[in-house]
Every structure is written in C-alpha cells, then in structure tokens.
C-alpha cells in the first residue's frame, strides 16, 4: 500500500500566524536532528494521531498548547491527500477531520482548517485503500479475533524512542495486551500467509459447519424416532387386521415387507368420511402452503442468480483492476515531465514554447478520473466478499424453509386428500392412518433423495471442497518461504550494519512478536531479550522492520501495510541522552577520542539504512535523531529536512514569543 508523507502540517493556535510546514523527500531518507526538548519525538505522536489514532501520545505542554490542528500531505496509490486533525483537548482525541483530495491539494493552506469529516471516515477511507476485508480474523468472532483494520498496521510504520532497542518489545504499542493480541491475529494477513479469499472460504466453511451440525442433529433424532416406530411395526400390522384394512393372516418374516404393507393400506386411504366445511378449510389452507412454497422457491432462484453474478463480479473488479494498475504505470512519468519543464522551455529540444506544458494539462482531467476508477476498484472487493458471505447465508435459510414448508404440505395434500368423502364413525381408522402415514413419511424424508441424509452428504462434499482449497499443508509451506525470506533479510542487514550480531539463524516469532534465533537444530531458541548488548537489540529492530518492508514491498499493491518507516534515536544504544551534543561541543579532548568509535558505528545506521531505502524505492524512511551531518557526512541518499538546534524546533521560537 502506498503512503508517503510528503509534509506534516501544524496550525497554530493564533490564526494571525502562518502554519509550520516540514516537508519530506519520499525518495531519499530524510533526517531531522536537533537536540532533546525540541519536538523531535512528537513527530511520531502527530502522525499517529492524524492517522486515526484512537488515544493520543502528543505531549501535553507547548505541543498542545500553541498549537491548533495538526496535519499531513500524503502521496497514496489513489492520489495526493492533505489530512487535518483537531488538537486532542484534555484526556480525549477529537473526532473533527479536514480532508482534501485530488486537485483540491494543490490549494494554498488555510489559517484554520474547517472540519468537514469524522473519524470513522477516515478510517473507512484508509481501509479501502489497504483493501483489508471487512470480515473477521477469527470466524467464531472470539478474543481479538474481529476484522482487521488500517490501524493494525501502524505496527509496522513506527519505531519511537522506548521501542527501537526494547529487547522485550519488537513493535509499535504491542507492549500492552490488547494491541499484542490482535497484531497476532492480522500478522498472517500482513505478511500474506493468509489472503482476504482465504477469509471468505473460512467463514462460509464455519457456516457450512454449523449448518451440517444441525442437520445432523435433526437426521439423529428422526433416526430414533424412526427406529422406535419399527420396533411398533408388529403392532400396527396387526391393529390393521383389527380395523379390517387388511384381511386375516400371518404376520410376514421380513419387516420390510411389514412396512411395504403398511405403505399400501395408507395409499388405499380406508374408509371415507364427508364433513362441510371441513374440506374447504383444508384446500384453502393447502393452496396457501403451494403459495408460499413456490415463493420460497423463487427465492432460492434469485439468491443463486445473485451468487453467480457477485462471484463473476468478484473475478471481473480483480481483471479490472489489474488493467488499470497497467495503465496506471503508462503515466508514471507525467509527473516529472510536468515538473522539469520550467517556464515554457522545453526539456527535449530546448524551444521557447508552451505546447508542452498545455498538453500536460489537458492530461490531468483523464489521469484524475483513472485515479478514481482505481480507488473505485480497491473499495469494491471487500464489499463484494461480504454481500457474497451474505447471499450464502440466506440461501442456506431459504432452503431449510423451503425443506419445512414442503414436508407441511405434503402432509396438508394427504389430510385433503382423507378429508374428502370420510366417515366419521371410523375416526380410529383415520387416526390409525395418519399416524402410519407421519411414520412412513419420516422414512423418505431420511433415507430418500433429497432427503436428510441426502441434504448431510451435500453439505460434508462443500466442506470438503472448501478444506482442499484452505490446504493446511500449502498453507505451512508458504508461511515458511516467507519466514525464510524475513530470516535473511534480517541476517543480511546485520551484515550491512557491520556488528557482529547474537549467535545462530534470526527469525521472527509470530507468538511472541519478537526475534528469536537458532544456534543449532533441536536446541530451544534464545530470544532478543537473552542476548546482550543495546547496540544488538537495536540493530535487530531495524534488521526486522526493514526486511518486512522488504517483503511488503514485493506484495505491491496486495500488501495492506502503509510502505513508510519512522524511527527514533536509534543512535540512543551511542549516544544516549544529550551525549552526542557534549562530544560536539568537546571535539578533540581525551572524551571525544573514546567515543570516536561510537561515531562511526552511528555513522554506520546512516550509511546502511539509506542503502537499503534506495534499492527498495518505494519505502520512505523518516529518522528523528540527535545525530547530524556530523555523523553522516557524506554518505549519499541523505537528506536533512530540519536542524532543531540554536533558533528552531517543531514549534518554533517565534510562537512562543509572539512574533
């Protein structure tokens, strides 16, 4: 998923005073450095908070106080965003969003945003724009086990200060509870072990199940039922002779020629019985059961006519999609074919003219409505997937009521049927009759086509179908190519890192949401919090993280992680504290000698991180340190987008002076 943060945005809590602005380079790594109780850590907190946090983590004091709404420009797979959020007021975050889109960006700020959006809207547009389902983790709906969202992945995108060298702690908020739980549960989702298709067969086989285990509950009790009645069948033969609906004679060896007898006198109908009124009540009852039948029938008709068309649309929104991604890359380099054409000079042949720069324009109004059609596609399949679950679920309730209103009205055919022409003086006959009759009914309903046994058989094949398909096996390999896959990843950014990292294989631990590592086969693994060193425990925070981004990356647009990365002070394992400033300002003592490998080993972070960001491409990095180009010098791909030192900071001086 891609979001880049172009600038963040804070309004001042005078309206008289231009807003503060940080802009960022998506494509190199940018730094801001400056000394402790400049604001540098906030960073983390504003962005968070503009995303949709549910708590806020922004200092109280100066942050809060001089400021109004906080905000950022965002680079998205659907287009530019500029996003505003309302300062958080006491102990709770506001629920007042401003949102511009598309050409609307381009606009100079305002002195004050005006709200035009709630939270749940962004959030709902966000996680469109992850194209997460909306169904749940866990099909039985327990625990942490409901759908995952946009915020889970912020997981992904922050390491602050308190976690970036946390042995116990790998990831962003997964030191409470709560947030461990359900990172757990979206971890396969993140990573790709399981697909949102995999969600929707998970649910319809549980319903499938549930199904199954209420038809069989019903086929058991009519089976005793049953067999309780032909243990009687001996019994109603011979209360047959009795009431002369079959002649005298023995009883047959065979019970199933006892029961096949038995079918014979209920067809006979025995004697008639003429009632007024009576039978027209029945007819009238009958003809309303054939109504509703053929109602329920329709039904069923039009909800798999439905099914069919969703599913087809399911498969032709996943083609569509993939020719407008086609597309998409086509017009990658309009962009900065806009921007290198300065004034009407043109960048091919050097000419004075204005052609070019009125032909780019008249591109953008195509290029914004293919925007649109590609946010369109990446909103529709999850909802597809939900009305698909729910068109599956009335369809199983459709046809058990179809099932229920048929068994009634056969039996309302037959009582017509006896109704009509009776003699009231034999009610023990009819009696006898109706009640052999349920009995004999009862035998075609389990063992007949379409019957419950049938109807089990059915439901055991769709599961079945739907286990193959859900292949625990298939599953184990890929979520071990792609454990594989984050080990060396790990491994190899420990190499650029130049440290000689804890012994044995690294891996990442889904369980424990942690790093673990492998000195031999059979032996139990040690885990972060087990090997030494604060340089070790950082050094495998950024190993992990960037190797996820690695495979996240390699999802493209199926990967639901936003593709950017914040961290804090990781020199802190070097210079912790304000202990990078004392060896600036005392550069060339005795002190400054001893830690001049600490430098290096910093200068090392910086050298290897905007490596790996450069052959990546897409992830933008974002460190907030104390170190500055003292430290990196001249290592390429840097780029310095603040120096909070002397006279600047995130709020600036001249806010707090009133200037």
């Known amino acids: 998923m891609k979001l880049h943060i172009k600038e963040i945005i804070i309004w001042p809590e005078d309206p008289n005073v231009e807003p503060r602005t940080i802009p960022f380079d998506p494509k190199k790594l940018s730094v801001i450095s400056g000394w402790s109780s400049t604001g ?73 945003p005006r709200p035009n959006a709630r939270t749940e809207r962004i959030k709902q547009l966000f996680d469109d724009l992850s194209q997460l389902s909306n169904l749940d983790t866990d099909p039985s709906g327990r625990g942490f086990g409901g759908r995952a969202s946009f915020r889970d992945m912020a997981a992904f995108n922050f390491l602050p200060q308190h976690v970036v060298a946390n042995p116990y702690t790998l990831f962003f908020k997964a030191d409470t509870s709560q947030h461990r739980e359900k990172l757990r549960n979206v971890m396969p989702l993140a990573l790709g072990i399981l697909a949102n298709e995999d969600l929707v067969k998970l649910h319809t086989r549980r319903l499938l199940r549930d199904e199954l285990r209420r038809v069989e509950a019903d086929l058991n009790l009519r089976r005793e039922a049953l067999e309780r009645w032909r243990g009687n069948a001996t019994v109603a033969f011979y209360h047959a ?55 329920s029938d329709r039904s069923i008709s039009d909800g798999k006519r439905r099914l069919r068309r969703l599913r087809s649309l399911r498969g032709s929104v996943a083609d569509y999609g993939d020719i407008l991604a086609d597309q998409k890359q086509r017009i990658r380099g309009v962009g900065w074919f806009k921007e290198a054409i300065v004034a009407h000079e043109c960048i091919l042949c050097g000419s004075d003219t204005g052609a070019a720069r009125r032909a780019l324009e008249e591109l953008e109004g195509p290029i914004s409505e293919l925007e649109d059609l590609i946010a369109g596609t990446m909103a529709t399949p999850p909802v597809v997937d939900r009305e698909i679950l729910d068109v599956e679920a009335q369809l199983i309730k459709d046809e058990q009521s179809l099932l229920t209103l048929r068994r ?38 389990v063992e007949s086509e379409g019957g419950l046994r049938q109807q089990v058989e059915d439901l055991r094949h769709r599961i079945s179908e739907l286990d193959r398909a ?74 992990a993280m960037f190797s996820l981004h690695t495979l996240f990356l390699r999802r493209g647009s199926q990967s639901p992680v936003p593709s950017f990365l914040v961290i804090d002070q990781p020199s802190q394992v070097y210079f912790p504290s304000d202990t990078y400033k004392q060896f600036v300002e005392k550069d060339g003592d005795q002190d400054s000698s001893l830690r001049s490998l600490d430098l290096q080993r910093t200068r090392q972070i910086f050298k290897a991180i905007a490596h790996v960001q450069k052959v990546l491409g897409g992830l933008q990095v974002i460190i907030l340190d104390h170190a500055d180009r003292n430290t990196w010098g001249d290592i390429e791909n840097i780029k310095e987008v603040g120096n909070w030192r002397d006279d600047d900071a995130l709020i600036p001086p001249s806010w707090l002076r009133g200037d």
Request: without cysteine; aromatic residues 6%; proline residues 3%.
């Open 40 to 112: 540098k850590s906030s960073v983390i907190s504003i962005i968070d908070y503009v995303l949709g946090a549910g708590t806020s983590a922004i200092p109280v004091g100066v942050i809060r106080d001089k400021a109004s709404w906080y905000g950022l420009t965002l680079d998205t797979d659907v287009g530019l965003m500029r996003l505003g959020r309302e300062k958080p007021q006491l102990r709770q975050v506001s629920d007042q969003y401003w949102l511009l889109q598309g050409e609307e960006v381009s606009q100079s700020l305002p002195r004050r």
């Open 241 to 295: 002779q009795e009431l002369s609906l079959l002649p005298s004679g023995p009883l047959p060896e065979s019970l199933d020629e006892v029961i096949d007898i038995l079918k014979k006198v209920v067809a006979k109908g025995g004697e008639t019985v003429t009632a007024s009124g009576r039978v027209s009540v029945a007819v009238d009852r009958l003809q309303e059961l054939r109504e509703r039948e053929r109602a």
């Open 470 to 543: 859900l292949d625990q096996n298939r599953q184990r390999e890929r979520e071990i190519q792609i454990h594989t896959s984050i080990s060396k990843g790990i491994s190899r950014f420990i190499e650029l890192l130049e440290i000689d990292g804890a012994d044995g294989t690294p891996s990442l631990d889904q369980r424990e949401l942690n790093i673990k590592f492998q000195r031999s086969e059979g032996e139990k693994p040690d885990f972060l919090w087990e090997i030494g060193s604060g340089e070790n425990w950082m050094a495998y925070h950024l190993a």
């Open 408 to 445: 009634t009205r056969i039996t309302a055919e037959a009582t017509v049927d006896a109704e009509q022409g009776r003699s009231q003086s034999l009610e023990n006959v009819y009696r006898f009759l109706g009640g052999t009759e349920q009995a004999l009914r009862m035998v075609g309903e």
